[in-house]
């Protein structure tokens, strides 16, 4: 089984900076895309920022500029450095990945738990 688990939430005041971790386990043999999605109640799940395995990011144009997705492919973690933080980011944060558990198996979509960041102050 994968699992992936988060890390990093908390509670900061506007204009703080947090960083988040996701580290994926289990039986891995490539992880594809990974990215931060984040949701708050009532509303759908949104994209905050996606990279590929070779480190091509994308970014909604929500965060772009305090935002940095990055990924450490040897530990197989995903990272999300928040900076500027606004009241309107206070969220639940969930990682995604893309899993390929063997070389002839198709990737699957995997999510994490997610964890919560408030920005008040």
């Known amino acids: 089984q994968v699992q992936l688990v988060e890390s990093g939430g908390g509670l900061v005041q506007p204009g703080g900076s947090l960083r988040l971790s996701c580290a994926a386990s289990g039986y891995i043999f490539k992880i594809h895309d990974m990215g931060w999605y984040r949701q708050t109640p009532g509303k759908q799940r949104e994209l905050v920022a996606i990279?590929?395995?070779?480190?091509?990011?994308n970014y909604a144009d929500s965060v772009k500029g305090r935002f940095t997705i990055s990924r450490d492919n040897a530990k197989n973690t995903l990272y999300l450095q928040m900076n500027s933080l606004k009241p309107e980011d206070t969220a639940v944060y969930y990682c995604?990945?893309?899993?390929?558990?063997?070389?002839?198996?198709?990737?699957?979509?995997?999510w994490g738990r997610g964890t919560q960041v408030t920005v008040s102050s």
């Open positions: 995604n990945a893309d899993i390929q558990q063997h070389a002839d198996f198709s990737a699957r979509g995997y």
């Open positions: 990279i590929t395995n070779r480190g091509i990011t």
